[in-house]
């Protein structure tokens, strides 16, 4: 799920089935939903901090605190 505010998105939900994971099937829907939005002219989305952190940072998501989570430029 998505949220749109504007300058800036929130990917809320992301899931993959667990026998297809550890293929890149999350890494490339985070791809696409980057490059989809940045399309749209968003700057920067955050990212759901109850994802694995590991996960978060391979995707290429920095932390930026308790309150706004993990963001990456578009």
Do not use: C
């Not at 749109?4 to 939903?33: C, F, M, P, T």
């Not at 002219?41 to 901090?49: F, N, P, Q, R």
């Amino acid at each position: 799920m998505i949220g749109n505010y504007g300058w800036r998105v929130s990917i809320d939900h992301l899931a993959v089935k667990e026998s297809y994971r550890k293929q890149g099937i999350g890494k490339s829907l985070v791809e696409r939903i980057k490059n989809n939005l940045k399309s749209r002219g968003a700057t920067i989305a955050l990212a759901d901090s109850n994802l694995p952190e590991e996960m978060l940072k391979n995707w290429g998501f920095d932390y930026r605190g308790k309150y706004s989570n993990y963001t990456i430029k578009l």
